[in-house]
Nanobody
Framework: QLQASGGGLVQAGGSLRLSCAAS????????MGWFRQVPGKEREFVAG????????GYADSVKGRFTVSRDNAKGTVYLQMDSLKPEDTAVYYC?????????????????????WGQGTLVTVSS
């Protein structure tokens, strides 16, 4: 139900925009998250936003450089990544949390999410 895209190879300091398109379900009521994972490490939280889009949150490592947003009419969530660093290299996953808590809620824990995209690889060269 979630399809992530937009990954690729970029030089340090560059930008990429990831997209996550949702099909079916009631996407508008899902809190959404972006996570990333590198081989040998656990999946880590990158950014999240409430179903309303009013509340967002970021990992400290990306705060000020990444921006998460959503367009509920299009059923799409975005992750704008600027000032990319080599340590941002990872497979990025979008995720949807189908359990409604409140219009301002999102989770930083991956176990809260019910639906996952297939992942898109971001490689940042130095």
């Amino acid at each position: 139900q979630l399809q992530a895209s937009g990954g690729g190879l970029v030089q340090a300091g560059g930008s990429l925009r990831l997209s996550c398109a949702a099909s079916g379900g009631i996407f508008r009521s899902y809190a959404m998250g972006w996570f990333r994972q590198v081989p040998g490490k656990e999946r880590e939280f990158v950014a999240g936003l409430s179903w309303s889009g009013d509340i967002t949150g970021y990992a400290d490592s990306v705060k000020g450089r990444f921006t998460v947003s959503r367009d509920n009419a299009k059923g799409t969530v975005y992750l704008q990544m600027d000032s990319l660093k080599p340590e941002d290299t990872a497979v990025y996953y979008c995720a949807g949390d189908a359990t409604y808590v409140s219009r301002t809620y999102y989770s930083r824990g991956d176990k809260a999410y019910d639906y996952w995209g297939q992942g898109t690889l971001v490689t940042v060269s130095s």
